[in-house]
């Protein structure tokens, strides 16, 4: 039998929290729904078996009913596949869940918040699995379900074996001895495979800067016997954290060359973000140079974390009775090691020495 094996998509995330501008947050969240449609429709052209969702499908806190009719309304349209969810902490199976408001349709399986097992005669197959009816879960709340040797058996669990964390802790050790064909696991971001036959499919798009890499589902054969496994990348854009070293002698031009040369891969999709570091001339107006770059990025942010590469108190000293001094007085007076201030007063001094020639 052919599967999909994929979790964690989040639909209707907002990115409230993100750093991301309103229009890119909202045209990412349409890519997520882009994704899954595409999900779909590998199920309907490849005549997928199962489409295992590994929990987090969508975010509770921000979906309507009408988005998750829509989730309803594209399993429909695939009628030959069989689709099980695994709720998870992100699209639990409270009382007042989507999940049971709404009519899904007669290929779609929903666990319970109890260790459960759904047997498919045509396919000799039989998919365990658990839903979560809670936020967190510091234990493993069941029995592990008993497996039949004469049927391929698989276990869909949204869980974390990687941390012990409050997210369902599983000891991978402890699944690996399972009498499962396949375990497919959902809440961690990044694809993996934790044991021969254990895998997180990861989340099909990155949602953050935190989810750096690779992106997508697993597409694979199953018998008793066999398992063949492909990752599939499906992910439109990435996240991507740049570091960029700066030194006192760069001017403009020199580090306009340096963002170009790091954020050099897909510069017209990908989401980029700049953290510069060392010293940076006060000559150099980090912020109006970065604006002048950000048009010919889909998304180009930055973070400063450069120091000034002039000694202040020289500079001060330099200029105690022009408006340059003045400036730095003021500046001053209201804090010391402050690094917001600091950078004031580096922005501050760069059009004032611009105006002055570059002069002290």
Request: aromatic content about 12%; charged content about 20%.
């Amino acid at each position: 039998m052919k599967f999909i094996h994929a979790s964690d998509f989040h639909l209707c995330s907002c990115f409230r929290t993100s750093s991301l501008p309103a229009q890119t947050a909202a045209e990412h969240r349409d890519q997520l729904w882009r994704t899954f449609g595409s999900i779909i429709e590998t199920c309907r052209v490849q005549q997928v078996d199962l489409l295992l969702i590994s929990g987090d499908l969508y975010e509770h806190e921000y979906a309507k009913i009408s988005d998750v009719k829509r989730i309803a309304d594209a399993f429909e349209s695939i009628p030959k596949t069989k689709i099980f969810i695994s709720c998870g902490n992100h699209d639990p199976l409270y009382e007042q869940s989507y999940y049971r408001i709404l009519q899904f349709p007669n290929n779609v399986f929903i666990f319970p918040p109890e260790m459960t097992s759904f047997e498919i005669p045509e396919l000799n197959c039989i998919i365990h699995g658990f839903s979560w009816n809670r936020s967190r879960y510091e234990n493993v709340p069941f029995e592990w379900p008993k497996t039949d040797p004469g049927k391929t058996n698989i276990l869909m669990l949204h869980c974390d074996v990687l941390n012990q964390s409050f997210y369902l802790p599983t000891d991978p050790s402890v699944l690996a001895k399972l009498p499962f064909q396949y375990i497919a696991l959902g809440h961690i971001h990044k694809s993996m495979q934790v044991k021969n036959h254990i895998f997180y499919s990861g989340s099909p798009e990155p949602l953050d800067f935190g989810e750096e890499g690779k992106h997508g589902y697993f597409i694979g054969e199953l018998t008793k016997e066999r398992l063949t496994v492909k990752f599939i990348r499906s992910a439109k854009r990435s996240f991507l954290s740049i570091r960029l070293p700066l030194n006192g002698s760069m001017n403009n031009n020199d580090i306009k060359d340096a963002v170009r040369n790091a954020c050099a891969d897909c510069p017209e999709q990908n989401i980029y973000r700049v953290s510069f570091e060392g010293s940076l001339s006060p000559l150099v107006d980090l912020p109006e140079l970065m604006k002048e770059l950000q048009s010919e990025y889909y998304c180009l942010l930055w973070e400063d974390h450069s120091s000034a590469d002039y000694d202040l108190s020289a500079l001060y000293e330099q200029n105690q009775n022009n408006l340059i001094g003045k400036y730095i007085e003021l500046l001053s007076s209201q804090t010391s090691d402050d690094p917001i201030a600091e950078k004031a007063i580096r922005y501050g001094l760069s059009a004032l020495l611009e105006q002055n020639g570059g002069r002290a």
